[in-house]
């Protein structure tokens, strides 16, 4: 297996820049998400990886190996990067292991060495026996893996899903989930896994490039993302994050500040040096917004809607002097806030959006 390094890479239609200026370095054996609104640019940039299309500036590196440059375009089938795609592309009058060893046979291997690499590929994807069927009689999570065998079985460098789940049901994709995660431990190899759904790329990836506009927003961890993002756009595309406008009143130890928000002091998680401004902007979770109990500081407002979510019901709110701002948060049973209601909220923390970021 081999990392891969994407260094400045630039790719532009006509005027339009589709990716802009993006480096990524994914380590040997890494799991990386790349996740992002749609038109955002990550089928662009998979194709890019897989040699589909060409740069229009910057590097790719796969491995120690340059693959496209300003200069130069190694073609896809010479770049050993497998490719799962979302609606599994296999051959339906083929059997199931002459769909996974065609590439085998294209480069003439011979036949034991053949029947051996599709065997060892069918049990990585836990598939043994199925060799005989045909894809129509798979199941939609049987027929993905059978995609990823197929790839698997020409010993790629790095293994590129192209939204590999967005056609199963609910429940497969949970279990399918679980499979590519028990794959990669099982096999370490290195994966870009292209999808809109933060769920999945939260589950599943060790870090997550989040793509807004043709450019990186921000490249973490899942849990940096959802507790610390660099700016507005990743605070409110992961977890539905709330931005609100803050003025930064004092800063209280190299993680934290006290700021002002909705009329309300409040202290909350930021980077080392921060300082008093104004136009600030925290990033809030429903976890942050509390009942403000009588007596301590709050946020006047009433009760939009209340959703029931079987446990707990998600309630919106809207600040009496801030009618434009929505808020949302989660409340168990039993639920005291009903539609219409007045209701008064304490914001009990957040996340101050790093200065260099905020609008
Ligand atoms: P989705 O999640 O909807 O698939 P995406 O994040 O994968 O979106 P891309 O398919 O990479 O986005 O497209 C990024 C932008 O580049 C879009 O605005 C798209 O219209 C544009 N684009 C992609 N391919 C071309 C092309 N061949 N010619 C012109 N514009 C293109």
Same mark, same amino acid.
């Given at each position: 297996?081999?990392?891969?390094?994407?260094a400045?890479?630039?790719?532009?239609?006509?005027?339009f *820049?589709?990716?802009?200026?993006?480096?990524? *370095?994914?380590?040997?054996?890494?799991?990386?998400?790349v996740?992002?609104p749609?038109g955002?640019? &990550?089928?662009?940039?998979?194709?890019?990886?897989?040699?589909?299309?060409?740069?229009?500036?910057?590097?790719?590196?796969?491995?120690?190996?340059?693959v496209?440059?300003?200069?130069?375009?190694?073609?896809?089938?010479?770049?050993?990067?497998?490719?799962?795609f979302?609606?599994?592309?296999? #051959?339906?009058?083929?059997?199931?292991?002459?769909?996974?060893?065609?590439?085998?046979?294209?480069?003439?291997?011979?036949?034991? =060495?053949? &029947?051996?690499?599709? %065997? *060892?590929? +069918?049990?990585?994807?836990n598939?043994?026996? +199925?060799?005989?069927?045909?894809?129509?009689?798979?199941?939609g999570?049987?027929?993905?893996?059978?995609?990823?065998?197929?790839?698997?079985?020409?010993?790629?460098?790095?293994?590129l899903?192209d939204?590999?789940?967005?056609n199963? %049901?609910?429940h497969?994709?949970?279990?399918?989930?679980?499979?590519?995660?028990?794959?990669?431990?099982?096999?370490?190899?290195?994966?870009?896994?292209?999808?809109? %759904?933060?769920? @999945?790329?939260?589950?599943?990836?060790?870090?997550?490039?989040?793509?807004? &506009?043709?450019r /990186?927003?921000? +490249?973490?961890?899942?849990?940096?993302?959802?507790?610390?993002?660099?700016?507005?756009?990743?605070?409110?595309?992961?977890?539905?994050?709330?931005?609100?406008?803050? &003025?930064?009143?004092?800063?209280?130890?190299?993680?934290?500040?006290?700021?002002?928000?909705?009329?309300?002091?409040?202290?909350?998680?930021?980077?080392?040096?921060?300082?008093?401004?104004?136009?600030?902007?925290?990033?809030?979770? $429903?976890?942050d917004?509390?009942?403000?109990?009588?007596?301590?500081?709050?946020?006047?407002?009433?009760?939009?809607?209340?959703?029931?979510?079987g446990?707990?019901a998600?309630?919106?709110?809207?600040?009496a002097?801030?009618?434009?701002?929505? /808020?949302?948060? =989660?409340?168990?049973?039993?639920?005291?806030? @009903?539609?219409?209601?007045?209701a008064r909220?304490?914001?009990?923390?957040? #996340?101050?959006?790093?200065? =260099?970021?905020? $609008?």
């Amino acid at each position: 297996m081999a990392g891969l390094s994407l260094a400045g890479v630039t790719k532009s239609f006509g005027d339009f *820049d589709a990716v802009k200026d993006v480096s990524i *370095d994914v380590k040997d054996g890494e799991f990386l998400a790349v996740l992002g609104p749609s038109g955002c640019g &990550k089928t662009t940039l998979l194709r890019l990886v897989a040699g589909f299309e060409k740069l229009t500036a910057g590097e790719i590196r796969i491995g120690s190996d340059s693959v496209s440059s300003g200069e130069f375009n190694v073609p896809p089938e010479k770049r050993r990067v497998g490719i799962v795609f979302q609606n599994y592309a296999l #051959w339906p009058h083929m059997t199931v292991a002459e769909n996974i060893g065609y590439s085998l046979k294209v480069a003439k291997v011979d036949r034991a =060495e053949a &029947k051996k690499r599709i %065997d *060892d590929a +069918l049990a990585l994807v836990n598939l043994q026996g +199925l060799g005989e069927r045909r894809p129509a009689n798979l199941s939609g999570g049987q027929r993905q893996r059978v995609a990823l065998a197929r790839c698997l079985v020409a010993a790629p460098s790095l293994v590129l899903f192209d939204e590999p789940l967005a056609n199963l %049901d609910v429940h497969l994709r949970a279990a399918m989930e679980d499979e590519f995660a028990a794959f990669h431990e099982r096999t370490g190899t290195t994966i870009v896994y292209i999808t809109h %759904d933060q769920a @999945e790329a939260m589950a599943l990836a060790d870090r997550i490039a989040v793509m807004d &506009k043709g450019r /990186l927003a921000q +490249l973490a961890t899942p849990r940096e993302l959802y507790s610390e993002p660099a700016n507005a756009m990743v605070a409110s595309f992961i977890a539905q994050g709330m931005v609100l406008p803050a &003025k930064v009143l004092t800063s209280e130890d190299s993680g934290h500040c006290r700021v002002e928000a909705l009329g309300q002091e409040v202290v909350v998680r930021c980077r080392p040096g921060e300082r008093p401004r104004d136009n600030a902007q925290i990033c809030v979770r $429903a976890s942050d917004l509390v009942a403000a109990e009588a007596g301590e500081q709050g946020v006047d407002g009433s009760v939009k809607r209340a959703v029931y979510k079987g446990g707990a019901a998600r309630i919106e709110f809207v600040p009496a002097a801030w009618p434009d701002v929505a /808020l949302h948060f =989660e409340q168990r049973e039993p639920n005291p806030f @009903e539609a219409g209601s007045a209701a008064r909220l304490r914001i009990a923390s957040g #996340w101050l959006i790093p200065a =260099e970021s905020a $609008a």
